[in-house]
Nanobody
Framework: QVQLVESGGASVQAGGSLRLSCAAYGYIYSSYCMGWFRQAPGKEREGVAT???????YYVDSVKGQFTASLDNAKNTLTLQMNGLKPEDTAIYYC?????????????????WGQGTQVTVSS
């Protein structure tokens, strides 16, 4: 059974950094497409970083140069390093996985989801 377990959410001051982790159980990350999404109160879930079928990671414009997604194959863990956090980054962050073909920015295309982790950035 595939399971994604997230951790690392916290409350930070603007300009701070956080590192989110998403541990995968029941499958190997390298054979799946991965995505990070977030949902702020009253807003729809939006893609933050997603993989293409060739393994390239794409970022939404608002986080380019600020967030970095990476994969630790040895630990079967996906991470999202978030630097220079802003109040508008406040949201629940989710990791998601989908067997190829990759789902891109469409959250409905992802089969497996983590439970979400809260990130709160205060000004």
């Amino acid at each position: 059974q595939v399971q994604l377990v997230e951790s690392g959410g916290a409350s930070v001051q603007a300009g701070g950094s956080l590192r989110l982790s998403c541990a995968a159980y029941g499958y190997i990350y390298s054979s799946y497409c991965m995505g990070w999404f977030r949902q702020a109160p009253g807003k729809e879930r939006e893609g933050v970083a997603t993989d293409d079928s060739d393994g390239t990671t794409y970022y939404v414009d608002s986080v380019k140069g600020q967030f970095t997604a990476s994969l630790d194959n040895a630990k079967n863990t996906l991470t999202l390093q978030m630097n220079g956090l802003k109040p508008e980054d406040t949201a629940i962050y989710y990791c998601a996985a989908q067997p190829a073909p990759c789902g891109g920015w469409n959250p409905d295309a992802y089969t497996y989801w983590g439970q979400g982790t809260q990130v709160t950035v205060s000004s």
